[in-house]
Each structure stands twice: as C-alpha cells, then as structure tokens.
C-alpha cells in the first residue's frame, strides 16, 4: 500500500455549515452517501472532502510495482539464462552477455541492480586502461567505472567464483577465478546522447563519496558499455597465483606447480609450462622482445621461460626459502625471498652477481625505475638500489613519525616517479635526478 501519511490534513477547523447532520447535506446536494453501494457521490459543494489529491499517490504506487515486476522478470531472465549456459557447458558455446547500466529500459533498474546487497563485495583486484576502471571482487562479479564521473558503467555477474587476477588490453578484459577458472571477456562500446538527469543518476552507483564538477544544463556523451564472455576456461586445479598479458599472450600461474600459456587473440591454450615443484607465488612479463616469462615458487627456485617455444631457458636456485617478487630488465633477473635475500642474475647466462642479506621484512615489493636503478619496498620506507654493483644508493622515508609500516606494493610511472603504499595512504615520490641521467 501507498505511504498516504503525508496527505493527512492536520486543519481541523470546520464551520457550522460543515458541522450539519448528513441527512441535511443530502437535502442540501453537498453529499450523498449510497450505503446499499458503498459509494460516496462527491458534489462540488465547499463543504465536501475532496478525495482526489490521493490519486498522485495511488498512481506512484502503481508504477513502482510494475517496475518491481519488470526488474523481477528481468533477474529471473538472467538466472535462466545463467543455467542454460551451465548446462551446455560455458566454454565457447555459452556466451554470456552483462546487463549494461547504461541501456537497461529504465533508470529505476540500475540503483536495484546496484544496491541489491546492503553491502558492495569486497574488491580483490583492478585493472585499467584510459578512464575505465575494472574491478574484480570476491563475489565473483566484474564491475565497470568510469574513472571520471565515478559511474558506475557496467556490471558483470557471469560467474559467482571470487576473482584473484586480471588483465585489461584493448577491448578484452581476461579474468582469473579462485577455482582455477580462466574466463575471456569482450567489451562493446556505444556512444547515445543523455540528458543531465541520466548523468546525475548514474552517479547514484558508487563505493564511496564520489565529486563531479563542470556538468551544464546541455547534453552529454555517454558510452554504453556490454561485456560479453567469448571463452571460459579450467586453466588450473587449483587458484590461480597470477595472472599476465604481454605481447598477445596470457600466462597464469597456480597453485598446482604449472603455468599456462594462452593466446590472447583466439583464448588457444599455448603451453603448460612445467618444472616448479610448488605453488607459483610470483611471476614476470617482458614487455618488449625477447617476451620471455620469469616465474618464482615457493620451492624457492626461479625460472626464465620463452614464451614463443614454451622452452625452460633457465633454472636459478639459490634461495633457501619461498620466492615473494620477481622482475626483470633486458640484462638481469632480480628475485626476492622470504630468506630476506636479494638476488641479481645475469639473464643471458643465468649466473649470480649480487647477493644482498636485507632486513627482515625488506623484500616485499619490486620495481624497476632503469636499467640500472632497482626500487624495493622497506619499513616505512623506499630503498634505491644500483643493480650493476648491487648497492644500496639511498633511502626514502615515505613519513616522519611511523617507521613500522612495511611497505607491500611499489609500481613505477615512466622512469622517474614511484607509487607505493603507506598504512592507508598513497605516496608518489619523484626522482628528477634520474629523469636528467636517462636524457
């Protein structure tokens, strides 16, 4: 039933002419009450209740109903439809399309689709590229954001298996599940014209506080995003570790001792590449020729790999405990352990250089900032190293007062600017003395 408490008239004032017995009004022509009918005949006498402000309510009632009803159907079409690839199979034959945001029939569809859940799932990893956003969550739904509305533009719900690693190139996305799953998505764009009100509605999706600003009243582009699933996979026995794209191949890295080498173009499984006799905890794409792949394991061995032959080029064993991070330039393989050793190989030949004994704690993260410069992640700080001599260059302290936060993630930015966690806190830090050396 309709919420009518605010229709309710707290005027209870009436005059003596109102105050008449009903048979009077009836006389008069004010009212006339049909009890063998049950209705009321309203004349437009001052005297009489007007019953018709009530209709608005009535009719907001109704339309939230059969919007409710369409976005039932509309789940359970999609539930069927879920089953049905099941039941043939998934794999190639099932080709499962997302409900886009941004073309669904009504804008009522899209804050239920959204808010379904009291709480949003927790997100397990992210991929982007330009302005789109993915983001990968326990759930085992994909949603789509646009980095600069904070929009929510798309929301994949094509496997309920949690998401441990992504990769984003062009117009595919592939998705790594927790079961080993290996799914191959495709993104479609469409651009339409939308009003004003469809922007500030879609801003209505997102995880936090989310700040717009240069929106007039004149209409703007929007691209309506659907995400298909073309292939879908069982690369692995168990989880997925990692999952890499580089070069138009796909490696994914497990649990069950092996990697998988697939082909991004078509989703063809390449090579099972075998040899750890471990979980494969850390892994390295080339982004440039020769495309070789670097895997560390919790065997502690590392190992280099050609990825267009699928051929072990190289077996390095000289940690004593698992491998946490792995990367690469075009001369060295560096490897971290949780033996708190850094390790520089030389790549060509696969012979030790650098051996430095690190604190504990020291050897979480991994980046290259040059060919000769090694960015590592320590105890609220970032440690500068020179790979060719394999020495500490200088420490950064990211704060002034908390030195016991350890420092997890480390990625670079061009080759002279560095982002790194801090507690909760992000921190960019810039090199400018090496954007001079490298020029």
Known sequence: MPDLTGTIDMHFSVSSRQRALPSQQAVDGTVADDRTSGKIIKSHSSGAYDF????????????????????R???EQQRRSLQLADHRG???????????????????????????????PAVWCLAFQENLIVAGCGSGRIEFWDAMSGSLKCLYEGGKIGVTAMCFRGHKVVVARLDGTVDFLEIETFTR???????????????????????????????????????????????????????????????????????LEDSLCLYTLHGHTGSVVALHLDKMPPLAAASGSEDGSVRLWDLLTGACVHKLNYHEAPVTCITCTTAHIISTGMDDKLVIWERSKGQILQCMQMEPGYCNALAVLTSNLLITGGQGCLLLWDISK?????????????????????????????????GRDLRVVHFPSVLEKAE
Not at 90 to 118: C, E, F, K, Q, V
Not at 235 to 242: E, F, G, L, V
Request: charged share 20%; net charge negative.
């Open 52 to 71: 018709s402000k009530f209709d608005v309510c009535y009719q907001e009632h109704r339309q939230l109903q059969e919007e409710d009803r369409q976005y």
């Open 193 to 263: 014209s939308v009003g004003l009100a469809a922007v500030t509605q879609a801003s209505l999706h997102n995880r936090g506080t989310t700040y717009m600003s240069g929106i007039s009243d004149m209409n703007t582009w929007n691209e309506v995003i659907h995400c298909t699933c073309v292939a879908s996979v069982r690369a692995h026995q168990q989880p997925i570790n990692s999952l890499q794209c580089e070069g138009g191949r796909v490696v994914t890295a497990s649990q069950d001792h092996t990697l998988k080498v697939y082909r």
């Open 90 to 120: 998934g794999g190639d034959t099932a080709r499962i399309r997302s409900l886009s945001l941004g073309a669904s029939p009504n804008p009522a569809y899209d804050g239920a689709h959204s808010s379904h859940d009291n709480q949003a």
């Open 390 to 422: 394999g020495e500490l260059m200088r420490k950064i302290r990211l704060g002034d007062h908390d030195y016991s936060v350890f420092v997890r993630q480390v990625e670079t930015v061009g080759n002279s600017v560095v982002v790194s966690d801090y």
């Open 73 to 75: 159907q509309l789940k």
